[in-house]
């Protein structure tokens, strides 16, 4: 089916463009529900409208897109080679305020988790576990 093809490649291809992915997302709130954990989802009343919050362990998670929050030393966080000041300017106003964020939600007593775009990509299982382990210690 030729059709379905294009339409997966497509989808995977606007994923680079949306500043959400919300389909990693889905995957790590899916796995925090099977194992027991509540949360809210996309709370705008907190700093930078956090992915997950977990108000029982005072923690939020960001779950990051690794281009447009910029992974350091990432394959997935690459600069366009067109206009790339372009790039580079707006990238670097999204980790400006990524740190700005996760500085008043600390301060406001709440733990930050970060999980990247790839480590759900190419290491789920053990992200997940370690995850769970971030989130109850
Ligand atoms: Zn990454």
């Excluded at 995957?27 to 027991?36: A, F, I, T």
């Excluded at 992974?71 to 300017?89: G, I, L, Q, S």
Aim: net charge positive; charged share 30%.
């Amino acid at each position: 089916m030729p059709d379905r093809i294009t339409k997966e490649q497509r989808s995977r291809n606007m994923s680079h463009i949306k500043s959400k992915d919300t389909s990693i997302e889905l995957l790590v709130r899916k796995y925090l529900y099977h194992h027991g954990f509540r949360y809210k989802k996309n709370v705008r009343s907190l700093p930078g409208t956090p992915d997950i919050v977990l108000e029982k362990y005072h923690t939020v998670i960001f779950i990051n897109g690794c281009f447009w929050h910029h992974h350091d030393n990432c394959k997935y966080a690459v600069m366009p080679k067109t206009r790339k000041e372009y790039w580079v300017k707006k990238i670097n106003r999204n980790v400006d305020n990524d740190v700005k964020h996760y500085n008043q939600l600390r301060r406001l007593g709440y733990k930050v988790i970060t999980v990247w775009e790839c480590e759900i990509k190419e290491a789920f299982e053990g992200r997940m576990k370690l995850l769970i382990e971030e989130i109850t210690e």
